[in-house]
């Protein structure tokens, strides 16, 4: 089975850190200082050593937020 790397980023559940990056037009500095201010949030995966981020939870975290 071959993995498709053409997905569209708003398709994706889970997004690396520099897919999130230009998702959310966040830098990704600012993002690895909120996985690592957040580490148990519900919008965190870990996969090893590799945090992904779930999208949709991460766009709630986003709106229940005033500032980053």
């Known amino acids: 089975m071959s993995r498709d790397n053409n997905v569209?980023?708003?398709h994706k559940y889970t997004l690396t850190i520099s897919e999130a990056s230009v998702y959310?037009?966040?830098?990704?500095?600012?993002?690895r200082q909120l996985v690592q201010e957040n580490a148990t949030a519900?919008?965190?995966?870990?996969?090893?050593v590799k945090v992904l981020i779930k999208r949709?939870?991460?766009?709630?975290?986003i709106d229940e937020t005033c500032s980053i």
């Open 56 to 61: 949709v939870k991460f766009e709630q975290f």
């Open 42 to 48: 519900d919008f965190l995966l870990n996969n090893g």
């Open 24 to 31: 959310f037009n966040i830098g990704e500095k600012k993002l």
């Open 8 to 10: 569209p980023l708003w």
